[in-house]
């Protein structure tokens, strides 16, 4: 069943399971669930469609390095599977056994535990699990790099694919327009007995359940945490101030150009560390992309788009790489691009702004960091790169100046990835859930998400979050 929260607003049905939010995570997890013969209340904030209206409540306070964190999620069912590119990578297995950098430990959890899982996810998002993860071109540059493996999804959107399911299912209710705004515990502060839930009208209604599944994305996850402080005054399962900290992106850095020798040679090259590479320097994983990029000509319709970059790039703070792109001259010149894996680091939070939203809600407060060792990851596999790069004889590479100056600032991008603030652990001193997603000191909350990744590798994330999806949808129908 589907239905506007707009102007269904009696909710009364007790449910097994009250999922909040309709992305990959959530999506997945109600349909498993619902399998398993549970009933299933699924809440969208936002309607079946954009809307500046609902996109305007994810408007943060950004006070650190800025990754755009209004525009690289999307407000409506589906969440940001309607806009994201599917570029599907999975976790290796030495993911979950990296030490702890920064006195925080990495996954409780081993690669074991969630590979069983992959052929499923795989093909939730489309993906040919008898194929694989394919590279580009070449194989091993160096003992230091790797060619990248991958695979694309066409990309699955998940309204599109999944809307007539979820509203065809009997043992689903799903409604839009439903913003989750709090959540009532009992006496003891150790259940959630109800969730509050409004729409833009402001009105309320409060839904009961068994468990309750928070699968909001990785901003929205501890902002409405944190914002859940009636009864615990730093919010619901933040006891020890990890609510919401160790926000981690993957880095995007423009490290230099190449010169190709042979102009035969692909025009795009992926790399990957080597595990050897990153035990030996100590440094995280890095995934660089090299790729050709001919001389832009501006006249006619062509110099109307180059304008246009522009105009978009000066909004989005990427001008210098697009004049990076539009100065190329030479044939067999390229560019370097990278996501690069970022350390857990307290410092790098979402938190609580003063400002609040439409219904009165504190907005996040996006302060993203990085740390001695993420720069030091960055200026490794830089080096690292330009020189396996030369030895094989593909031609020369050009670092960037503040690659070799270790006194100049690393300008960096993000690649919309929300990563570990609600991060995995053994502990609640290291962590906001244990290893099957169930909030510390709460029996019935749970949450999905790469919010929950100890470390986010230099994967794509997308796939990771339904292999863990399903692992906690699994859990729950056995618990
Ligand atoms: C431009 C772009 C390209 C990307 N490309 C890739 C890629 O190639 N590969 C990859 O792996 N990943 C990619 N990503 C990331 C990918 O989109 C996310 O990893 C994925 O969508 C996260 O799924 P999720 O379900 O955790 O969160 P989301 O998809 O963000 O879903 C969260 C849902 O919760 C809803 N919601 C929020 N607050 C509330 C509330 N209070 N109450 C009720 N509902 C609420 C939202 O409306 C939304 O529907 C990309 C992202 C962007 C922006």
Redesign the pocket.
Known sequence: MLRDFSIHTTIDKKYDTCI???????ITLARKLASSGQSVIL????GLEYSDQ?QG?YECESVGHNGWPQF??????????N??????RPFDKSDFSASSVYDLPGWPIDYDDIEPFLKEAMEIIDLDFTKGFQTLHGNLISKDFQADAFAHSP?TRFKDKYLHQITANKNIDCFYN????DMQLDSGHQNIVSMA?GNYKNQYSKISADRFIL????I?NPR?LLNCNNQMKTGIGNINDMVGRCFMEHLNVPMGSFIYKDLTQPRKLQFYTTDDFCNTKNVGKSNITLSIVNQIRSYGRTKQIKNFFKTIACHMDIEDKVQFISDFKCPGMGSIGTLIEQSPYLKSRISLSNRVDGMGIKRAKFDWQINDYDKKTIREAALGMAKSFNDAGLGTVRLADFILDPNLDIPFGH???HMGTTRMSDSPNYGVVDSNCKVFGIDNLYI???SVFSTGGAC????P?IQLSLRLAEHLAKH
Do not use: D, K, Q
Not at 72 to 81: A, K, P
Not at 215 to 218: D, I, Q, V
């Open positions: 909040a939010g309709t992305g990959p995570a959530g809440l969208e904030a936002g609902s409540f690289t999620r999307l407000r409506y069912f589906g969440g940001t599977s806009h994201w590119s599917g570029r599907c990309p439903a913003t989750a705004v839930i699968c909001l994305g990785g929205e409405f690649h919309s990835h999905a998400g790469s794509n994330p997308t796939m979050i």
